[in-house]
């Protein structure tokens, strides 16, 4: 029975993977993932065997993934960011555990830099107090919950970390997501936008509630909208922590 | 002038540090951080000079590191996990962004791997979908301000991350979001308990949310609760995502 490595991938730049990370995908047979992960590491992956798939084929990439490990191979699942924070870890451990114990490969999680770290690290330091991480994407989530956890978060002074702020399709979810937070902060509340985070197009926007538009973000942006207490500084997003400074 | 990097060394054990945070240590002339944090990466130091500070010490510590900065040298000032999340880029970037331009320091922020994502990826898949993460200090923020927070995130079905659970003089707050979040879910939603995490005293609990007691949890623990949809499955704690699986 061959072995099932999640892996986090991190970012995108190699500098930001974990050498756990690293040492599972170079010591894997077989690498599953999006294209345009697989594209992000191929300089790991040498000679071995692929299973690539598109967007939206998570569970026959799943199946690949534990047919090739009762093969007896080693496969290293890859994500982008963390594979454990909107990532792969759910459904494939979840499909493992659907098996028979006697034939179930062997599986591990490795965690990696996720989207809303590597945005806070851009940004400053916008997460020194609590927060909430709210995926946008209706695809597989109601629309009213997501908006729902929108308003909760916003009521509870959550700094909040927004995923999958837009896609082709999906275009106006931000700007409902603005409205609704303009009702509980102020007009000024900063809003950092950051953009392929990690990688060499990365761009970094920092603006406000009111101002900020669909039009700087993309769906490889991360929005990180400030607290009640957050403020901006020569440039950079800080929220407070409240050390008496004397 | 000499150069601040802010790093996040990752829940302790070198195999979960990025190249970026370790090459910062490696490159640095002077390191700085709480006692626990610099003897986890001690292998890493060699003769370097030492800023050892202990808790409660922040704005000494940073001032230190600005000091030896600005008298030429490169410092490391290390967070264990990532520094963006409770962690000191806050105060360190305010406190450099306070002096004249032409006497700021430059700084970098390193992100590491958080104690959420270290926990997460050990207990199976918990944050597969929209999260909340609260600090039960209460040291340098109101508690009544982190009930409200728990009661929003229960209102808005987050899973959620408890930072700092316990420590010994704090040993009843944990009992009393027990309490609030009964109010709002299962007694059988679960709860996983991870301490130390990727240290060699890792251990992992998973409980629900009317059983978990505090003897269980200690101030190197993170708590991690379910959402209304999270299961465990042959000792492992799962989120759905929703994925059709046919």
Same mark, same amino acid.
């Given at each position: 029975? $061959?072995?099932?490595?999640?892996?986090?991938?991190?970012?995108?730049?190699?500098?930001?993977?974990?050498?756990?990370?690293?040492?599972?995908?170079?010591?894997?047979?077989?690498?599953?993932?999006?294209?345009?992960?697989?594209?992000?590491?191929?300089?790991?992956?040498?000679?071995?065997?692929?299973?690539?798939?598109?967007?939206?084929?998570?569970?026959? =990439?799943?199946?690949?993934?534990?047919?090739?490990? =009762?093969?007896?191979?080693?496969?290293?699942?890859?994500?982008?960011?963390?594979?454990?924070?909107?990532?792969?870890?759910?459904?494939?451990?979840?499909?493992?555990?659907?098996?028979?114990?006697?034939?179930?490969?062997?599986?591990?999680?490795?965690?990696?830099?996720?989207?809303?770290?590597?945005?806070?690290?851009?940004? $400053?330091?916008?997460?020194?107090?609590?927060?909430?991480?709210?995926?946008?994407?209706?695809?597989?989530?109601?629309?009213?919950?997501?908006?729902? =956890?929108?308003?909760?978060?916003?009521?509870?002074?959550?700094?909040?970390?927004?995923?999958?702020?837009?896609?082709?399709?999906?275009?106006?979810?931000?700007?409902?997501?603005?409205?609704?937070?303009?009702?509980?902060?102020?007009?000024?509340?900063?809003? $950092?936008?950051?953009?392929?985070?990690?990688?060499?197009?990365?761009?970094?926007?920092?603006?406000?509630?009111?101002?900020?538009?669909?039009?700087?973000?993309?769906?490889?942006?991360?929005?990180?909208? $400030?607290?009640?207490?957050?403020?901006?500084?020569?440039?950079?997003?800080?929220?407070?922590?409240?050390?008496?400074?004397?």
């Amino acid at each position: 029975m $061959g072995k099932i490595s999640i892996v986090g991938i991190g970012p995108g730049n190699i500098s930001d993977m974990t050498p756990k990370a690293r040492r599972a995908i170079e010591t894997a047979e077989v690498i599953a993932g999006y294209n345009t992960y697989i594209k992000l590491i191929s300089e790991l992956i040498g000679g071995k065997k692929i299973i690539r798939t598109a967007m939206l084929q998570e569970v026959e =990439r799943c199946q690949m993934t534990i047919d090739e490990a =009762r093969a007896g191979k080693s496969v290293a699942l890859i994500s982008s960011g963390d594979a454990g924070i909107y990532g792969m870890a759910g459904l494939v451990i979840d499909m493992i555990l659907d098996l028979p114990e006697s034939e179930r490969p062997q599986f591990e999680v490795i965690a990696g830099i996720s989207a809303v770290n590597a945005a806070a690290s851009i940004l $400053g330091a916008p997460l020194m107090h609590d927060f909430a991480v709210i995926s946008l994407s209706d695809l597989l989530t109601d629309w009213e919950l997501i908006k729902r =956890r929108v308003e909760c978060a916003a009521a509870g002074d959550f700094v909040i970390a927004l995923y999958n702020p837009k896609s082709k399709k999906r275009v106006t979810n931000i700007l409902e997501v603005q409205e609704i937070l303009l009702r509980y902060r102020k007009k000024n509340t900063p809003v $950092g936008i950051v953009t392929n985070a990690g990688r060499l197009e990365e761009t970094k926007i920092i603006s406000t509630l009111e101002n900020f538009t669909a039009e700087e973000i993309n769906m490889f942006s991360l929005v990180l909208i $400030g607290n009640s207490q957050t403020y901006v500084k020569a440039g950079f997003m800080i929220t407070p922590r409240g050390y008496s400074r004397g």
